[in-house]
């Protein structure tokens, strides 16, 4: 009874805590737990509270002492260990989670909570060998049979993630196949998820035809479910690898004719009618029903499609696409016009048969495109479109014989119009035209889609959209030759008509962000984003639409949130997919978890997270850093890991996501998309370099004292140094690195919806690369001669170094391009833009921000030398104190430094007049744009949609305003931040 009432007197001492904890009120749970500590200083669990809450408060650094003397305590109760478990996931340690169960596991053996949750903190960091030695040891104590196939799949993970294959093959998957079996044998199976890792542990050592037998067998008939309909039968897939091609087509044949619309089964069967067509199969028993020639797969095709128009059935797609495949795999092997020989259909006519039934579901395009290269010939191009057209006219002829009642919707007749135009799009029509000819298309495109709007679903995307769609390509096909701004703007224009009267259209808002992102206009991009509601896997797939323009258009404030969005996103994904692999051990999901560990690994690894992990320590060094801040508390430490290899980074870019319309030849290409991700790998090199720089030559500042600057006793030898405490190697190696230039500067120009251009063109012509090369030798000469004393050739070195690095920043400054404010001629294809928006010359956007960056990164690797500087500066003052000689080069370096910080000041001060100038020319234009104009108003206002129009692009002039009003005003604050900087420099 004691015991018990000292229990509940703990427990009522505990629970104000809990409930402070609870309500988010840490302060007075961090109160209360000193007060019960005050009382009961024993008590482990309102230490390892008052952890929590110091943690949830803010105070880590604390939190973590505390911690650490809670460990020492070695505690084994659960309160006190799930609790530490709790603090260390909040603070992002799990990986102190499984020495803490071990010591709690040693001082109580063989407790079976202990070991379950030592197994899990295991499986948190992929500890394999652990898992299996945890999970043999839970398995033999208690006899419990999920324990046995946790220690399974400990081997099947240790397999699947072993660099060896033979080794995986040889020792890890037969161990995890004997203890199924013998588990197997003592009639013990009792679960689907047991029967199911068996043929997982099967299919991965290659014994397929051992995988069917356990199929087939009556405990696997008892335990899994019944298949699906539609999906692919799993004894069907593994003939497949067996090679029992004959059986897997009669097989095939017989689920098509039941179900003739599943695509899996069509593929089944094709796969296998490939394999036997291409061996030339001898007729046996076995082989006698299998159709391994043309004549036999024109028959089943010719059937389900007669089957299928019989009166009162329903037409479905899958037979009409059946036949398109089938061709399209008979032509992969040039045997198509064979297959024309026994009795298949021509191309066009199977197309024409699929739309006849298809050409009314927005599907159609979708299903079909792929199909559109087999039209080798222009005469067959046209014979399919021309009966595309004669569809159109029997419909027209069929409404006149029917009644008002048996009318078709009208909607239904424009879809049928607009998917005819798709397929004239792709197929090359718009290639044909002059670009007036284009241009008048275009507008007549938009205007079907604002007579369509009547009736518009807000939550759903119209099929009858893709008319701005195709307006805005015909558009884009002349600006990709003449790089004509106004159709841009004319794009934008139409796209925004489009969002506004069907706001749930995502693919019209991609295209737009595209269009605002070339017209360097951020502000817009990062709204339509945000529209979108992108989640989860998205920001992975979609991110790269903001991450290139984000600061390299100047918009460091918002690219920093933009950055921190995405970094929350990869740090919840790997939590929850950590919590989902224990949950799949927990209930025996085991084929599960392999998917988990591969998307978690694939996420770790996506080339958005670098990107995003590097822009987001980038802005806050380059853009924010001040200089009583400490620099390794802005950098993700694994960023500075300079054996990482970049190369071993994975794109998980979607393209795809807008579908590609161009005709042949002007397609997105895998190979351009592979050449792209290449350039931005080469990209974050460089990147990676560049901060690493920042941070290395920072440190040496923050780090290193004068006091650490020892002499020796003979007052006339130079100040000795520690080399690696100056981090000199680490510095050597990123010039030697540097000095390998780019991989390539030239980069192709990708079609509108391809892969976005990366940064490094401009930054080639920017001498950017050169210029950190050289800063980095100026401070490696200045630390040289601070620390070890100066050489006589180390005045000239510095002289060239810092005058080049000055003359590239002004070459730059000065550059065509540069100026915000351009001369509108009035001669373009377009005319009917407001003239505001041609007045603004877009590129400079981009140019200014990357001088801005230039200038902010020179600035620092300045700055950060005024330590050196100015030590060597007081020693002369204290040589001169004490009328020894003064070293006439150290002299020399001083005033060099001053200079070079009094000419980098000068061309800051400069910057900061082109800003004020472009800012106040914005202003102005604004104004004017106010006030006048009248007749642009007027013009528009008598139009029918004059007031819509007028209000769109007010809305893209706001949008401009903004976008480069905040780029301008954010580029001053920095550079005038760094002129503070280099003014506090030069004065030493």
Known sequence: MPSQNSYALTEKRLKPIYEFLDNGNNKKAINEADKVIRKQKDLVAAKVLKVIALQRYGRSDEAFKLSTEVVELKPTDENSLQGMSLYYKESGQTELISPLYEAAEKLVPNNEELLTHLFMSYVRHDNFPKMKTTAA???????????????????????????????????????????????????????????????????????????????????????????????????????????????????????????????????????????????????????????????????????????????????????????????????????????????????????????????????????????????????????????????????????????????????????????????????GFHERLENSEKVKLSDEFFQKFMQSNENRSSTEKSHLDYNVIIAVMLLLDIHYESGDKRLLLKCASMLEACVRNSPANSEAKLYLVRVYGKLGMFIPCADLYDTMDIKYVQHATLGYLLCRYMTSLGHDNASFQICQLAQNYFHTQRKDCTESLITCYRNGSFEQIIEFLKYRNSMDKSLHNYTTKMESSFVDL??????????????????????????????????????????????????????????????????????????????????????????????????????????????????????????????????????????????????????????????????????????????????????????????????????????????????????????????????????????????????????????????MQRRRRKKKQISTVKKDIVENYQHFCNELSQLGDEMVKNFNKCRQFIDDKMEIEQVSDQLHRQELEDKDDGVDNLMIWNRIISYASASYSTSIKQQSEVVQLRLANLNTSSKL
């Open 137 to 427: 040891k839970l398995y033999k104590k208690y006899k419990s049979a999920p324990y046995l196939y946790w220690n399974i799949m400990s081997s099947v993970l240790q397999a699947d993630n072993a660099e060896n294959e033979e080794l995986a093959k040889k020792m890890h998957l037969p161990l995890a196949e004997k203890m199924i079996e013998r588990h197997m044998a003592e009639g013990n199976m009792e679960s689907p998820a047991e029967v199911k890792l068996y043929l997982l542990v099967l299919r991965m050592m290659g014994k397929h035809e051992k995988a069917l037998e356990v199929l087939e067998s009556d405990i696997a008939k008892k335990l899994l479910p019944p298949v699906i309909k539609g999906y692919t039968p799993e004894p069907l897939k593994l003939k497949m690898l067996m090679g029992k091609f004959s059986q897997v087509n009669i097989e095939s044949q017989k689920l098509l004719r039941e179900n003739p619309d599943s695509w899996n089964y069509i593929l089944a069967y094709l796969d296998s009618f490939d394999k036997l067509f291409a061996d030339d199969v001898k007729v046996d028993e076995e082989t006698e029903n299998a159709h391994h020639t043309i004549e036999q797969a024109v028959g089943i095709i010719e059937e389900l499609i007669a089957n299928q128009l019989e009166d009162g059935q329903i037409v479905m797609r899958g037979p009409y696409l059946f036949q398109l495949e089938f061709a399209r795999r008979l032509d992969n092997v040039d045997k198509l016009e064979q297959g024309f020989e026994h009795g298949l259909k021509k191309v066009e006519d199977m197309l024409l048969d699929y739309t006849d039934q298809f050409l009314h579901k927005p599907c159609c395009f979708s299903d079909i495109r792929q199909y559109l290269a087999l039209l080798k010939k222009r005469e067959n191009v046209d014979r399919f479109v021309e009966g595309l057209e004669g569809l159109k006219v029997q419909r027209a002829d069929k409404k006149k014989t029917l009644c008002p009642c048996h009318q078709e919707n009208e909607h239904l007749d424009q879809v049928r119009h607009v998917t005819t135009e798709l397929f004239k799009r792709v197929l």
């Open 622 to 875: 380059v853009y924010r850093w001040k200089a009583d801040e400490k620099i390794d508390q802005l950098c993700y430490k694994e960023l500075l890991n300079l054996d990482f290899d970049i190369n071993d980074l994975l794109d998980h870019r979607d393209f795809d996501v807008l579908i590609d319309f161009n005709p042949a030849g002007n397609r997105r290409n895998d190979q351009d998309i592979k050449d792209n991700f290449n350039r931005e790998k080469d990209w974050l090199k460089f990147r990676r370099l560049l901060l690493a720089s920042l941070y290395y030559i920072g440190s040496n500042v923050q780090g290193v004292e004068p006091s650490s600057l020892q002499a020796n006793g003979n007052n006339n030898q130079e100040v000795m140094f520690d080399d690696e405490k100056l981090n000199f190697a680490v510095i050597r190696k990123i010039m030697t690195e540097l000095s390998c230039g780019w991989c390539d500067v030239t980069e192709k120009k990708y079609q509108f919806d391809g892969p976005l251009t990366t940064r490094i063109p401009l930054c080639h012509e920017a001498k950017y690369r050169e210029n950190v090369h050289l800063l980095l030798r100026y401070c490696l000469a200045v630390m040289t001669s601070s620390c070890r004393g100066a050489d006589d050739d180390v005045m000239a070195k510095l002289t060239e170094t810092s005058s080049k690095v000055v003359e590239n920043l002004k070459a730059f400054m000065e550059s065509e391009g540069m100026n915000f404010e351009v001369d509108c001629d009035g001669n373009s294809e377009s005319s009917d833009v407001p003239s505001i928006l041609m007045q603004f010359n877009s590129e400079a956007v981009e140019r200014r921000a990357l001088l801005t960056e230039m200038f902010s990164v020179t600035a620092i690797f300045v700055t950060s030398m005024k330590k050196f500087v100015k030590e060597m500066k007081t020693e």
